[in-house]
Every structure is written in structure tokens, then in C-alpha cells.
């Protein structure tokens, strides 16, 4: 079936350095992408959304990058902090903002 | 922002009995409300789709009978594991769906024993 994943499971980033997690996605009928930050015991918490019919957008030291040639996504949070340890999701929206569908997720330890 | 409350945050039953789980959306109405589950080091898995005032669309794997779901008003979905068992125990997440994007309650931590 349709799914959405990860190419790294862990990554260790050096504090105040620019971190970049990726995403692979198999449905080219989504609405739109989600990414999402997890911390542990907690509920995920929006980070930042693109619409398929976009390529780009920033947000606040994060941007998101949606390549729907090659199916990819990703997400840049510059200068990393501690407090952005974490695991991220990308997810996608179908079904009319219907079902978000998650990927497996990234770990991201940030070096102090 | 939207606030979307999940109660209780940690659970402990005994084999065999039910528990239910709360999910309330504080400060705006949801007619649909989704609920995960997730276990250690791994990702969400959607479980079933809650439509307030109709039956409630879940996932296939996902047994109905034992997972009841009840979206009786514009605020509130519930949970339910009936009969649980430990395979049962995992972190159960809602989350509602708004005008735009998708808020997530805090999850609720289930452990049988």
C-alpha cells in the first residue's frame, strides 16, 4: 500500500549547526505534507505544512523543501538548538484533509 | 491556539477489563477526530476515523468490537479498549481535525497488566 518514510533513523547535529531531515513518500495523490515534532511521552506538535502544489516554504528557522518529481521531502531547522531534540514525523494529508498518514521518523540529537 | 485536551495521560488496568480515553477539543469544534496508536521507537498508526454523530471508520487490522469509539458531540470523541490485555498496552494519540490542519492531544500511555 501507499506509504511514507524516512531515509535516517538518527541524527546527531552539532549545536547551532543547520539540520536536515528526509523524507520519501509514495503517493503522488496527497493534499498536502505535514511535518511534526515529537518529544518523548508527548503528543506530536505541528511544526510546519506545504500544499502539493508547492515547492517551498519557511517558517520560522525551519523550511520545507517538496520535490514531487522524486517524491521527497524535507525539513531544515537552522542553527539547531537543544530544545529541538527530538523525533520528527513527515505525514501526508489524502483523501480530501481527510487521513494523515506518518512516516517512520527521525531521531535528532543535538550536540551541545 | 486550538487545544485539543486527552485524558488520562497514563493509565494502569488489569487484564480483562475496559478502559476509556478521553479526547476533548477545548476551544473550537471538531466533527472528526482521529485516533493512533504507537508503540515504543515507532511511528503513528492510524487506527480509526471519528465522525461526530455517525459510526466511526477504522483501519483495517483494527478490530471494532474491541476499540469502541463514540463521537457524540462537536467536542468530544471517545475511546474505548474493551477487554484489555497486555499486547493491548501501548500510547494512544487523538487528534482533531480544524478549518485548517490537524491539532494533537497529549496521549494517554495504557498499560495492562
Known amino acids: 500500500g501507499e506509504s511514507v518514510g524516512l531515509h535516517l533513523p538518527t541524527l546527531s547535529v552539532q549545536e547551532g549547526d543547520n539540520s536536515i531531515i528526509n523524507c520519501a513518500y509514495s503517493?503522488?495523490?496527497?493534499?498536502?505534507f505535514i511535518w511534526y515534532k515529537q518529544e518523548s511521552g508527548k503528543g506530536p506538535q505541528f511544526i510546519i505544512d506545504?500544499?502539493?502544489?508547492?515547492d517551498k516554504r519557511q517558517g520560522q528557522r525551519v523550511t520545507v523543501l517538496l520535490n514531487k518529481t522524486v517524491k521527497h521531502l524535507s525539513l531544515q531547522i537552522a542553527a539547531t538548538q537543544p530544545g529541538d531534540s527530538a523525533v520528527y514525523f513527515c505525514?501526508?494529508?489524502?483523501?480530501?484533509?481527510?487521513?494523515?498518514?506518518f512516516g517512520t521518523g527521525t531521531k535528532l540529537q543535538v550536540i551541545p | 491556539g486550538a487545544v485539543v485536551s486527552q485524558h488520562p495521560s497514563r493509565v494502569i488496568c488489569k487484564s480483562g477489563t475496559s478502559v476509556k480515553i478521553e479526547c476533548r477539543s477545548l476551544?473550537?469544534?471538531?466533527?472528526?477526530m482521529f485516533w493512533y496508536r504507537q508503540f515504543p521507537k515507532q511511528s503513528l498508526m492510524l487506527m480509526a476515523t471519528?465522525?461526530?454523530?455517525?459510526?466511526?471508520?477504522?483501519e483495517q487490522g483494527v478490530e471494532k468490537d474491541k476499540f469502541l469509539i463514540n463521537h457524540a458531540s462537536l467536542t468530544l470523541s471517545t475511546l474505548t479498549v474493551t477487554s484489555a490485555h497486555p499486547e493491548d498496552s501501548s500510547f494512544y494519540i487523538c487528534?482533531?481535525?480544524?478549518?485548517?490542519?490537524?491539532?494533537f492531544g497529549s496521549g494517554t500511555r495504557l498499560t495492562v497488566v
Open positions: 487528534s482533531a481535525r480544524q478549518a485548517v490542519g490537524y491539532t
Open positions: 503517493n503522488s495523490a496527497s493534499d498536502y
Open positions: 506545504i500544499r502539493s502544489n508547492m
Open positions: 505525514a501526508e494529508v489524502t483523501g480530501g484533509y481527510q487521513k494523515v498518514t
Open positions: 476551544d473550537f469544534q471538531a466533527t472528526t
Open positions: 471519528s465522525n461526530e454523530g455517525s459510526k466511526a471508520t477504522y
